[in-house]
């Protein structure tokens, strides 16, 4: 088990920078993918960036790539988003997950993470 604990989120302005993070504890967390997902009011739950289990390689939701960085510290145990130029589309619940699979091809599907946090809201002005 890893237990997931999402922190950093807020009220911001259009074009203002914000960075999440998460924290990690139970299982070595070098054994998981880590990736945020996020919520916006009366949408479904859609995939933002996935890191890998020792950073180096990401992906990011195509939407998203160039405005948004995720990066993760394994003596830490904790995952970073960092966000800018935020839109008042990205108002949503930002949710951090773990995904124990050995092999990157399903870092993007939501059904591969088997541990989530609570979620952390965001929320941009215009």
């Known amino acids: 088990q890893v237990q997931l604990v999402e922190s950093g989120g807020g009220f911001m302005q259009a074009g203002d920078s914000l960075r999440l993070s998460c924290a990690a504890s139970g299982r070595t967390f070098s054994s998981f993918i880590i990736a945020w997902f996020r919520q916006a009011p009366g949408k479904g739950r859609e995939f933002v960036a996935a890191v890998s289990w020792f950073g180096h390689t990401t992906t990011y939701a195509d939407s998203l790539r160039g405005r948004f960085t995720i990066s993760r510290d394994n003596t830490q145990n904790t995952v970073h988003l960092q966000m800018t130029s935020l839109k008042p589309e990205d108002t949503a619940v930002y949710y951090c997950?773990?995904?124990?699979?050995?092999?990157?091809?399903?870092?993007?599907?939501?059904?591969?993470?088997?541990?989530w946090g609570q979620g952390t809201q965001v929320t941009v002005s215009s």
């Open positions: 997950a773990a995904n124990e699979a050995s092999r990157w091809n399903r870092a993007r599907n939501e059904d591969a993470y088997s541990y």
